[in-house]
């Protein structure tokens, strides 16, 4: 039961961690802060759709 949970609370938090870029990258003014967050995204295992 405890690997389900696991599992579970996983999906949770990278579905959150998405939701939040998505938001951030609707905010931003330039490109270039674009580009920055979706390296640092990139670089922290995140996977963007």
């Known amino acids: 039961m405890n690997s389900v949970t696991s599992s ?5 938090q990278a ?3 998405r939701r939040a ?3 951030a990258l609707a905010r931003t003014s ?3 802060m674009r ?3 979706l390296t640092m995204a990139n670089g922290g ?5």
């Open 35 to 37: 580009d920055e967050l």
């Open 21 to 23: 870029l998505d938001r």
């Open 8 to 12: 579970w609370r996983r999906r949770r």
């Open 15 to 17: 579905a959150r961690t």
């Open 45 to 49: 295992g995140i996977s963007v759709r």
């Open 30 to 32: 330039s490109p270039t």
